[in-house]
C-alpha cells in the first residue's frame, strides 16, 4: 500500500474513530439498559443491536460534517441529551416499573415530591449512561491542548457518506420493521397500536421509543372526530340507566368525609409482621364497615391525581395524559358538584401546595366550594425528608377543628401525604419492631413504617370526630389511591420460596401472619390476576346503615360515586361509567393498558380475561374465577367488546368536552 493511500485511510479513520466509537457505545447502552432492568431479549438482541446501531448512527453521523470545534460542541449537546434519556427513563422505570412518556415532560414541574425516592434508586449502574459524555470530554481536551489537525471532507466524500448513512438508515429500520411484519403480519402495531412497552424496548430501544412517542404525541390531535362523536351518541343512546339500588337514601342527609391513602395497599390489611399488626386502626375500621377486599385503583400516568379524577367523575383516567393538567377547563358532572345540587357544602382538604397536579384550576370545576392546603395547616413536627412536610397526624389533627366549622350537610375529601415515597420518618414515628435481616429491602421496610404511622393517624382522627359527634352523621369513606410501587404483595406472600434456602429463612424472620381468610382477599390478586397485585388497595365504608360485612365483588375506583350517591338518595348522571357496588349483579373491574390505553384485564365474579402481550383479544387468556381454569376465549368476547366501548366512550367524553352537550 503507498503512502497515498495510507493518508487516505488515516485521514477516513481520523474522521469516523470518535463518531464510530460513540455510536457503539449507545448500542451497548441499550443492551444494558433493557439487561439491568430486567427486560433484556435474546430473541430480539439482534434486532435491537441493529436499530440502536442505526439511530446512533443518525444521532452521532452529522458529526462529520461540523468542521473543528463544531464537531465536539455537537457531539457533547447529543451525547448529554441521550444520556438524560437513558438516566430518567432508568430510575422513572425502577420507581413506577413503566416508562416515562414524551407527554410527561409538561409534568415535569411536579418532580420535587419525588425527588427523595430517586435519591433511593441512584446506583453505580447509571454511570454507563454518562460515559459517552466523558469521552466527548477528552476528545475535545486533547484537541485543544494537542492542537490535532482538522481533517476536510471534499464534497463528493461527502456525498458518499450522506448515501451510505441513508442506506444504514433504511436497511435498518426495514430489518426491524420486516421482522414486525413477519411475526404480525402488520408493521403498524410497532408503531400506532404499542401494548407490552418492555417488549418494545427489547426491540427498539428506549431512545427509539421516547422519540416515536414524542413524534406521536406532536402529531396527534386531541380533539375528536365526528365518527367519535357518532359513536358516543349510538352508545349512549342504547345504554340503559340502571334503576334506583334497594339502599337508595338510606344514609340521607349524612355528612360525606372521605380520606383517600396515599399508596395504601390491600396487601398490609389484616396482616401482621413479628406479632404485629401493620394496620391495626384500619383492621378494626374494615370489621366495623363495609369493607371492599378485591377493590383495585384506576390510575394512568398522574397516579394520585388520575384517582381523584375516577373516583370523584366515574370515568377512565387517560393512558397517556393527565386529565388535571391536560383538561382542567372541561366541565364534569363530579360527584362535589352533585352534591352542591343536592345541599352539601363541599370541600377539599390536603397538606400539599394548591398547584400540585394543577388543583388550584380543576377544584373548582369539580364542585368543590373552598380548598385547604400546605398553607392552612401548622407544621409541629416535619414528617418527610423537608422542614415543610407536614405529618399525616397534624393534617388530621387540624382538619378536625375545620370540620367542626363546616355547616351540614357537607363533603370533605381529605388526602393524605406522609405515605408518599419515598417513605422517610423520623426514627421516633417508625415503631414497628422488624428483624434486622428480612427479605424486604430497605424502601419495603420504609413502607411498612409509613403506613404503620399513617395508620395510627387515621385511627386518632375517626376517635376525634366520635369525639366531636361528627361520626354518627357522617358516611365515612377510605380507600387506598394507588399501590405502593414496592412489590409488597409479593413480599409479604412470596411464592415458590425453597424451603432451607437463605430466601426462605429471611421471610421467616420477617414472621408474617394473616389475620383472617387470605382465599378471598388474595384469591385475585396472587393467584387469578397477579399482574393486578399492585393496583389491590381496599376501600372501606363506615358508619352507613347498610349491614357491616367484607365484600368480594370486583370493583374499582370507578365504582365510589354511584355507591356513595345511592346511599345518599340523591341520582348520579347517565354519564358515569361505574356501578353501585351493593346492588349491581354484574360486578366487574376492568384494568386498562398504559401507552396503548387497551384493555389489561377484566376481572368479573365469574371470569376473568388477561391480555397477552400483543394486545391482540384472541391471543388472550379466558379463565374462570371459580375452578381457575381455562376456558374458550369466546367466553370473554361479549364483556371485552362492552368493556372496550366503556374505556372508548369515556375517553372521547375527556377528550372533546362533551358532557355539558350530553347533559342538556
Known sequence: MDLKNSNKIFKYVKIIFLPLLLVVLFVIQNQAFNYWLGFYSKDYFIRLLFVTFVLGVFFYGPSLFFRKKYKYWYLLLVSFLISLIFIAQFLYFRYSQSFLQFSALRYSHQADSVMGTVKTLITPELYIFIINIAIVLIAYILYIKQKITDFFLSNWEKTVIILTMLAIVFLGYNYLLSKEKKEWGDISRLYTKVYDLKVLASKMGIVNFFLEDGLKYTLRSNLVSKKDKQFLEYFLKNRVQPPLGEHFGIDKGKNLIIIEVESLENSVINQKVNGQEITPNLNKLAKEGLYFDNYYSQVGPGNTADAEFSTMNSLYPLANDVVFTSYPKNIYKALPKLLVDNGYKTYSLHGDVPTFWNRSNVYPGLGYQKTYNLSDYEITKSVGEGPSDLGDEDFFYQSIIK???????????????????????PADLQTLKIAERTNLTWIQWEYLQSIHYVDQAIGQFINGLKQNGLYDNSLILIWGDHGSFMNMSSALYPENIIKGTEEY??????????????????????????????????MIILNSNVESRTVN????HLDVYPTVANLLGVVAPKSIFGQDLLNTKNPIETHFKLISGGIDAILTKDVSYQADESGIFQNGFCKSIISQKDLPITECQKIYTEQLNNLKASRIIIRGNLLPELLK
Open 553 to 556: 365483588e370486583p370493583a374499582s
Open 403 to 425: 370540620l367542626e366549622e363546616f355547616p351540614q350537610p357537607f363533603m370533605a375529601m381529605l388526602i393524605t401525604m406522609s405515605s408518599h415515597t419515598p417513605f422517610i420518618l
Open 505 to 538: 429463612q429471611l421471610y421467616k424472620n420477617l414472621d408474617v401472619e394473616f389475620i383472617g381468610n387470605p382465599s378471598t382477599s388474595l384469591r385475585t390478586s396472587n393467584k387469578i390476576l397477579p399482574e393486578l397485585s399492585n393496583d389491590h388497595v381496599p
